[in-house]
């Protein structure tokens, strides 16, 4: 007698767990991570462990007086450090540690946890420090230095004041930014893990870089005033979000045809906010607003019932 076992679906599971794909992102960003020490020494590390040992304990706590199970895996880990990589090097230890706290709490946790969530939890961190503690969020340092020496960002210098930064500075990450998102060749080995790995779809990065390059080539077109195409991929966190924030299978659509949507989408809202708005970066915002929309792309986006023949 042949027995038959009767579940809910999905039917269809995959070979990679959740842990398997969290550790991957954290092996993935051991490049960028490098890098931000390289570039911002002690205040990187410093950094970065607020923010995970954070988000760690912030998790353990809530779970805990709730009374439910301890996750086996390092999503929360994941969230800490891509909320460190987001963030500038001179913010203060206290500040970093509230983001991180509101990036598992409210980000994440009280949406029912990991699968559940709405938004990118460290994005949402981001934005809540970027609405609370403004000054602190565009206060920038040079890479190498050891004081609070402030400057401006290549996108901020290229928005208001009209000065380039040297293309090869921001490939290699010699430049002021985020803790992260500074070294474009460290974010593109990790992204190149992550692809051999298959742990990302290559539909929203593709979407969205290619956007972003199209789009900024219309502007530099019809008035160099604006910056290049190419000045656009390397600076900001185009890059990092592109690759380890819009890929979020969680807050990014099912559907296939949802995916180019998203990555198209953010794109656009990228360019108009870096050359027509009054901020000089957009990344965040694109980001944040597709994962509000992605409920809808995979409500009534058309998708193949599997076992039906097209």
Same mark, same amino acid.
């Given at each position: 007698?042949? @027995?038959?076992?009767?579940?809910? #679906? ?6 990679n767990?959740?842990?398997?794909i969290?550790?991957?992102?954290? *092996?993935? @960003? ?36 709730r ?6 895996? #390092? ?13 500038? #090097?001179?913010?203060? @230890? ?7 706290? !509101?990036?598992?709490?409210i ?6 946890g990991?699968g ?12 809540? &420090?970027?609405?609370?503690y ?9 890479? !190498? ?15 208001f ?8 500075? @921001? ?21 190149? %893990? ?22 900024s ?8 005033? %604006?910056?290049?195409p ?12 592109a ?25 656009? *809202? ?25 409920p809808?792309?995979?409500?009534? &986006? #058309?998708s ?7």
């Amino acid at each position: 007698m042949k @027995l038959f076992t009767i579940s809910s #679906p999905p039917h269809i599971f995959s070979k990679n767990t959740v842990s398997e794909i969290m550790g991957g992102v954290i *092996i993935a @960003l051991i490049p960028v991570i490098s890098a931000s020490i390289y570039f911002f020494g002690l205040k990187a590390v410093t950094l970065i462990i607020t923010c995970v040992g954070v988000s760690i304990a912030s998790e353990y706590l809530f779970l805990k007086l709730r009374r439910k199970k301890i996750p086996r895996e #390092p999503s929360a880990i994941v969230t800490g450090l891509l909320l460190a990589l987001v963030l500038p #090097p001179s913010i203060p @230890l206290w500040a970093a540690a509230l983001g991180a706290a !509101f990036s598992i709490l409210i980000g994440k946790q009280i949406f029912g946890g990991l699968g559940y969530n709405i938004f990118n939890p460290a994005l949402t961190g981001r934005a809540f &420090l970027m609405a609370t503690y403004p000054v602190l969020m565009t206060t920038w340092i040079q890479p !190498f230095t050891f004081d609070a020496v402030t400057t401006a960002t290549p996108l901020g210098l290229a928005r208001f004041y009209s000065q380039s930064t040297p293309l090869l500075h @921001l490939f290699l990450g010699n430049v002021s930014g985020s803790l992260g998102e500074t070294s474009a060749l460290a974010i593109l080995i990790g992204a190149g %893990y992550l692809f051999v790995k298959r742990y990302i779809d290559w539909r929203i990065p593709l979407a969205y870089l290619s956007t972003v390059f199209l789009l900024s080539g219309v502007f530099y077109l019809f008035n160099p005033h %604006y910056s290049s195409p190419i000045f656009h991929l390397l600076s900001g966190g185009l890059m990092l979000g592109a690759f380890f924030m819009a890929t979020d299978p969680v807050t990014t659509p099912l559907i296939k045809s949802g995916r180019w949507i998203f990555g198209i989408g953010a794109g656009i *809202i990228v360019v108009i906010i870096r050359n027509l708005g009054g901020y000089p970066e957009g990344v965040m915002f694109s980001i944040l607003f597709m994962n509000s929309i992605t409920p809808l792309l995979n409500k009534y &986006l #058309p998708s193949r019932v599997y076992g039906v023949t097209k």
